[in-house]
């Protein structure tokens, strides 16, 4: 399985991207998807994830009132739609999938089985 992420960019602080993720297979179990980001010189970190059987959205803190995320279960297809977006926004933003919700958070990237390459995202101010 491949996850492939676009939409990133270059874009003035409180402007808008979407990101778009979608799986390279559709015959198989996909219970939840996710992004997550990487900041140049820090850790990967939670953004945002969806879990198809109950349609429950999470966000970050940091993201929450700004962020939306969306998809399409039947297609293994998932968005994330940025707004105001600020400098401190800035990094690589990974798309991620997991098969099962068994025993498995929502935030923490050890729980998600599948990753996709990342999309940079750039916000200036």
């Known amino acids: 399985v491949q996850l492939q992420a676009s939409g990133g960019g270059l874009v003035q602080a409180g402007g808008s991207l979407r990101l778009s993720c979608a799986a390279s297979r559709r015959a198989f179990s996909s219970y939840r998807m996710g992004w997550f980001r990487q900041a140049p010189g820090k850790e990967r970190e939670f953004v945002a994830a969806?879990?198809?059987?109950?349609?429950?959205?999470y966000y970050a803190d940091s993201v929450k009132d700004r962020f939306i995320i969306f998809g399409d279960n039947a297609k293994n297809t998932v968005y994330l739609q940025m707004n105001s977006l600020k400098p401190e926004d800035t990094g690589v933003y990974y798309c991620?999938?997991?098969?099962?919700?068994?025993?498995?958070?929502?935030?923490?990237?050890?729980?998600?089985?599948?990753w996709g390459r990342g999309t940079l995202v750039t916000v200036s101010s």
């Open positions: 969806v879990t198809w059987s109950d349609g429950n959205t």
């Open positions: 991620t999938l997991a098969t099962t919700g068994l025993r498995r958070t929502w935030y923490s990237g050890t729980d998600y089985d599948y």
